[in-house]
């Protein structure tokens, strides 16, 4: 059956671009003469009622700010099947025949459960670790990179200044194409990521000793949040080479700012795609993006997919740090 009632709403962690996508989904409804309402707050919004009719106007000026204007949150309640039926049972109650949930893996099983549960749902990956297996890219990642690379420049004037190695933890918990990419982007001397397991002596104080030696005073070490101990990490360096060694956590200033230009196209595409899913009875599918293309997969298939790192760009930034 075709949608002529939808809700959106954002689930999990925020990134920027997440408005973007919530404005095209509006936007997108309404050209097809769907009604559309915004759910406040992730699915808990969904237990609560707290929804309300959205229009043209009400997704103005949106597109250029970070964050979610639909906020959102956690819902322990939600993922219990009592609190999937309660969500279910106020969408029928208020006539909403489908979802689009932006988010990352956890709020798509989410949406997996509610389609179980008679309510349609489509998942837009926004997340900005870029850790949906299925898509090549996910909202707010590009924003997070080119975030964490501004840092990442501004702490080199200082680490210059003083000759000293700057070790920087970045975000991705699971996922570390963020420290890969700005590790590259920035120069570092080392890049350390959860998806390789490291030497210390061989991948950082071999490296760092060998560019002394060939003139280098000051260096920068991107670690992924997920690789952990990064204090120990810096003190470490320190102890073994002698360099004066600072860790700087970046964050979630890296969740937040004006998405890139990046983000609110792919944004504006995903939650088009996501509206003519169910505008054409489409259920149960993520929004993905998959050689520059936007394309759907069923949910369950593409939470099985696994992660493939790029082993590739791994070695360029191994041999390019010298």
Same mark, same amino acid.
């Given at each position: 059956?075709?949608?002529?009632?939808?809700?959106?709403?954002?689930?999990?962690?925020?990134?920027?671009?997440?408005?973007?996508?919530?404005?095209?989904?509006?936007?997108?409804?309404?050209?097809?003469?769907?009604?559309?309402?915004?759910?406040?707050?992730?699915?808990?919004?969904?237990?609560?009622?707290?929804?309300?009719?959205?229009?043209?106007?009400s997704?103005?000026?949106?597109?250029?700010?970070?964050?979610?204007?639909?906020?959102?949150?956690?819902s322990?309640?939600f993922?219990?099947?009592?609190?999937?039926?309660?969500?279910?049972?106020?969408?029928?109650?208020?006539?909403?025949?489908?979802?689009?949930?932006?988010?990352?893996?956890?709020?798509?099983?989410?949406?997996?459960?509610?389609?179980?549960?008679g309510?349609?749902?489509?998942?837009?990956?926004?997340?900005?670790?870029?850790?949906?297996?299925?898509?090549?890219?996910t909202?707010?990642?590009?924003?997070?990179?080119?975030?964490?690379?501004?840092?990442?420049?501004?702490?080199?004037?200082?680490?210059?200044?003083?000759?000293?190695?700057?070790?920087?933890?970045?975000?991705?918990?699971?996922?570390?194409?963020?420290?890969?990419?700005?590790?590259?982007?920035t120069?570092?001397?080392?890049?350390?990521?959860?998806?390789v397991?490291?030497?210390?002596? #061989?991948?950082?104080?071999?490296?760092?000793?060998?560019?002394? #030696?060939?003139?280098?005073?000051?260096?920068?070490?991107?670690?992924?949040?997920?690789?952990?101990?990064?204090?120990?990490?810096?003190?470490r360096?320190? #102890?073994?080479?002698g360099?004066?060694?600072?860790?700087?956590?970046?964050?979630?200033?890296?969740?937040?700012?004006?998405?890139?230009?990046?983000?609110?196209?792919v944004?504006?595409?995903?939650?088009?795609?996501?509206?003519?899913?169910?505008?054409?009875?489409?259920?149960?599918?993520?929004?993905?993006?998959?050689?520059?293309?936007?394309?759907?997969?069923?949910?369950?298939?593409?939470?099985?997919?696994?992660?493939?790192f790029?082993?590739?760009?791994?070695?360029?930034?191994?041999?390019?740090?010298?």
């Amino acid at each position: 059956m075709c949608a002529k009632k939808i809700a959106v709403l954002t689930s999990g962690g925020d990134a920027p671009g997440m408005n973007a996508a919530v404005r095209a989904v509006v936007r997108t409804a309404i050209s097809f003469g769907m009604e559309v309402y915004g759910v406040k707050r992730g699915y808990n919004g969904l237990l609560n009622g707290d929804v309300e009719r959205m229009y043209l106007r009400s997704v103005s000026n949106i597109i250029q700010h970070g964050g979610t204007a639909l906020f959102t949150a956690r819902s322990p309640e939600f993922n219990t099947p009592e609190g999937v039926e309660r969500a279910a049972a106020h969408c029928r109650e208020m006539g909403i025949d489908g979802v689009v949930v932006i988010g990352g893996d956890g709020s798509f099983r989410g949406a997996r459960d509610l389609t179980n549960a008679g309510i349609p749902c489509i998942g837009v990956p926004g997340t900005i670790d870029n850790d949906i297996s299925s898509s090549e890219y996910t909202i707010g990642y590009d924003t997070a990179m080119n975030t964490a690379m501004d840092m990442i420049d501004r702490i080199r004037d200082t680490t210059e200044s003083h000759d000293r190695c700057s070790v920087v933890e970045v975000m991705g918990r699971r996922c570390g194409d963020i420290a890969l990419n700005t590790g590259i982007a920035t120069g570092a001397i080392a890049v350390l990521v959860p998806e390789v397991q490291f030497d210390f002596e #061989k991948d950082l104080l071999d490296r760092i000793r060998y560019a002394q #030696k060939t003139g280098k005073r000051h260096f920068i070490v991107v670690v992924a949040e997920g690789v952990g101990h990064t204090q120990e990490i810096c003190d470490r360096i320190q #102890k073994e080479t002698g360099i004066e060694s600072r860790v700087t956590i970046l964050g979630h200033v890296q969740r937040g700012g004006s998405p890139t230009l990046r983000d609110r196209v792919v944004a504006s595409q995903m939650g088009y795609h996501a509206v003519e899913l169910l505008r054409d009875g489409k259920s149960n599918r993520v929004v993905v993006m998959k050689g520059e293309r936007i394309v759907d997969y069923d949910i369950t298939e593409a939470l099985e997919m696994p992660r493939i790192f790029d082993e590739r760009l791994y070695q360029i930034a191994h041999d390019l740090s010298r």
